[in-house]
């Protein structure tokens, strides 16, 4: 999977102290897919639509579940069993600090921006996402949200898309 500029991203993930970079699709990011999945059918009822054509257009919520590992919300108490399904997805930063020294146009350096952090350990989720899509409203009860520069949470040795001062 390659970095695309809103749809593959970069995330930042705290999980019993420790530090990684996720190379993934954007939506697993959403945490709670249940609010996800109910504000969906809220704007279906607004537009009119019938049951019937929303679970045929979104799925039933197991169907709809099952487009991220059967996790309805991704909290520090299943966050074991959701990092362990991306442990393909795990980049280095010393990779990623490669790919963006090696970028040839903005658009390529913009998609190695990573774009959400999530801390695990102190149930935080940052979003930096360029579209506003509003992935802070998803998180799981309890925990902080906010569309904010994240860059004091990363550890140092590991913002590679910042040029050192």
Known sequence: MEPKYAENIIAGVIFKKKFQWYLTDK???????RKMYDEWHETYR???KTEVEFVKEVGSFGEFLSTRFRIPVVD????????????????SGGELAYQFVRAETSEQRRALVPVFLVDFDNKRFFSQ????????????AGW???????????PADERYWIEPA
């Open 46 to 48: 607004q537009r009119g």
């Open 27 to 33: 939506t697993i990011w959403k945490l709670d897919y």
């Open 144 to 154: 902080q949200s906010a569309y904010a520069d994240f860059t004091a949470y990363v």
């Open 129 to 140: 996402f360029p579209e506003k899509e509003g992935f802070e409203r998803y998180v799981p």
């Open 76 to 91: 520090r108490d299943n966050a074991k069993e959701f990092l362990k399904q991306l442990r393909d997805h795990v980049i």
